[in-house]
Every structure is written in structure tokens, then in C-alpha cells.
């Protein structure tokens, strides 16, 4: 991705990540001009535990369906549709 076409980063968090904002890695990775928000996801019983969510608002001219949303590991839970359907 290219750094300059980020217009904003959204996080949110499992609450029991409490240590630091993930906002605050972003900006250590040089997202110095980028809008940044971090939020605590719903505590829903059962759900995956450590988790960060990333949303990127990205400036480009690539088409919606062409857009590839990608979750690691145990967080492919989140998206079983996404499973059969890369």
C-alpha cells in the first residue's frame, strides 16, 4: 500500500488488549498524516479472545469486488463466508 493514499485507520480491540493504543504503532510506522481511531469491540460472550480489527480507507481505483479483505489465523472466524469464497 502506499503510505500517501491512507486517508484513515480504524482499530478496535478485544478488551482484554489494555497495554497501548494500536494507533500508537501506526503512527511509530510513519502514519504521521493519517486519521487514526481506536475503539473497543462489544464483549459477546464466546468470542475470539486478543483480537485487533484494522479498517483502512484507502484512496484508490481499485473496483469494490476486487478488494481483498484478509484474516489471520484464528480471526478467519470472524468471515466463515470469506472461507469458501477467496
Known amino acids: 500500500m502506499d503510505r500517501e493514499k491512507v486517508i ?4 478496535s480491540c478485544t478488551n482484554d488488549l489494555d497495554k497501548v493504543y494500536p494507533a500508537k504503532a501506526a ?11 481506536c475503539f473497543n469491540e462489544m464483549n459477546v460472550e464466546g468470542s475470539l479472545k486478543k483480537c485487533i480489527r484494522v479498517m483502512i480507507i484507502y484512496n484508490s481505483d ?3 469486488k476486487d478488494v481483498k479483505h484478509i484474516y489471520l489465523r484464528d480471526a478467519k472466524v470472524l468471515r466463515p463466508d470469506l472461507l469458501n469464497n477467496p
Open 62 to 64: 481499485i473496483s469494490q
Open 8 to 11: 484513515s485507520i480504524v482499530f
Open 27 to 37: 503512527r511509530d510506522l510513519g502514519y504521521i498524516y493519517t486519521g487514526l481511531m
